[in-house]
Nanobody, 124 residues
């Protein structure tokens, strides 16, 4: 499976964006998908993750009231809806698949396949 992240771009503070992570091949519903972000000079950080069933979701505290992760299994796509964006959200956003079917994880090293990233730039 290959992942294609899209939907990033420039946005003003307070604005919204929807990121998409589309799998080129079939994305088995038992695999969790995570979103991560990496700002310049910083490590790649966990943002949100969703289990294969969609029933278990986890968010970074800093985004949990502003971001929503969801998946459309029919379209092999996972979305990250972001609202009330602020300059601290500026980063390259990556999606990734975890082939471990038990739960969802925050550790980026646990994820097996990564998309190429999409840049989100929030201006004040």
């Amino acid at each position: 499976v290959q992942l294609q992240a899209s939907g990033g771009g420039p946005v003003q503070s307070g604005g919204s964006l929807r990121l998409s992570c589309e799998a080129s091949g079939r994305l088995p519903s038992r695999y969790g998908v995570g979103w991560f972000r990496q700002a310049p000079g910083l490590e790649r950080d966990f943002v949100a993750a969703i289990s294969g069933s969609g029933k278990t979701i986890d968010y970074l505290d800093a985004v949990k009231d502003r971001f929503t992760i969801s998946r459309d299994s029919a379209k092999n796509t996972v979305f990250l809806d972001m609202r009330s964006l602020n300059p601290e959200d500026t980063a390259i956003y990556y999606c990734a698949v975890d082939f471990q079917p038990l739960g969802i994880r925050r550790d980026p090293t646990a994820y097996n396949v990564w998309g190429q990233g999409t840049l989100v730039t929030v201006s004040s």
